[in-house]
């Protein structure tokens, strides 16, 4: 279904530049797919598309966006969410840490990690399980990067740490209650 989905995208958005000789605005582009999911949901003999996505991008109308639709075809426009299991737990985390105009890109990747820590069904974050994209505009042109092992390890090393030393003040300030009388 995503691979499907995916596709149809990709010819949404190459018929609206063929046909305006721009790109198609992210809402309108999510709006449209939307309408196609939506679709299914009511028609006898097909199935609807199990599948929620993440929509991010970037146009000359609002700026960088991110959208998420359901299997229905309800979609809406986030400043940070996410899809999945454990859903709940991190948009509330999303909600307590992300702050609009004061997270840089660096921010909100070591947030990518330490919310994916705390929601993701594992024991120890590696690079193997998880992969990050960032979306920024470089020289006009809107530019998708998908971060490299290394770099994602980098990250989850650098939340290890913060991690322990968090504790160990934490254990500290324990011990030190403990002594008073």
Known sequence: DANLLTNELRLIGQRYKYQYGESIPCEQLVSWLCDIKQAYTQSGGKRPFGVSILYMGWDKHFGYQL??????????????????????????MLKQEYKEDETSLQDALDL??????????????????????????????????????????????????????????????????????
Not at 82 to 89: L, R, Y
Not at 125 to 141: F, H, S, V, Y
Not at 166 to 173: D, G, N, P
């Open 67 to 92: 959208y998420q639709s359901d299997p229905s075809g309800n979609y809406g426009g986030w400043k940070a969410t996410c899809i999945g299991n454990n859903w709940n737990a991190a948009v509330s």
């Open 112 to 181: 990518s990690i330490k919310v994916l820590s705390k929601t993701l069904d594992m024991t120890k974050l590696t690079p193997e399980k998880i992969e990050l994209a960032t979306l920024t505009r470089e020289n006009g042109k809107t530019q998708i990067k998908i971060l490299p092992a290394d770099q994602v390890d980098e990250l989850i090393k650098k939340y290890e740490k913060v991690e322990a030393e968090l504790e160990a003040a934490k254990k500290e300030k324990e011990k030190a209650q403990a002594q008073k009388p």
